[in-house]
């Protein structure tokens, strides 16, 4: 008896358009432009949180003479006009997190 209400609920959805019930493996689904930029608007955003996770991570010498060795080891400008020690550190923590 349940089966059949089963059955009978399924086939009204189907009827309706609700549910989607194919035998066939090579159906394509088509995503409308919306879609695909809601898509691609998703995945820049998670490749930016991903690439902020990996910066917030990488470890980095509290001394600015540290700061500017490492940053000299990478060939980098050891100090941009109008930076200063935090800023530099978060420079070198993101020159870091680019090689990785």
């Known amino acids: 008896m349940a ?3 089963f059955k009978e609920a399924l ?7 609700h549910v989607n019930i194919t035998d066939s493996i090579d159906q394509v689904l088509i995503h409308s432009k ?16 991903q690439t902020k996770q990996l910066t917030q991570s990488i470890r980095v010498p509290t ?9 000299r080891h990478l ?13 530099r550190r978060d420079r070198l923590r993101q020159l870091l997190a680019n090689m990785a």
């Not at 001394?63 to 940053?71: E, G, I, P, Q």
């Not at 060939?75 to 109008?82: H, R």
């Open 63 to 71: 001394s600015d003479t540290d700061v500017k060795l490492r940053l």
């Open 11 to 17: 086939e009204a959805a189907r009827r309706k358009g």
């Open 75 to 87: 060939q980098e400008p050891i100090v941009v006009f109008g930076e200063d020690a935090p800023a």
């Open 3 to 5: 089966e059949q209400r």
């Open 34 to 49: 919306g879609a695909v930029d809601a898509q691609q608007q998703h995945e820049k955003l998670l490749r930016h949180l």
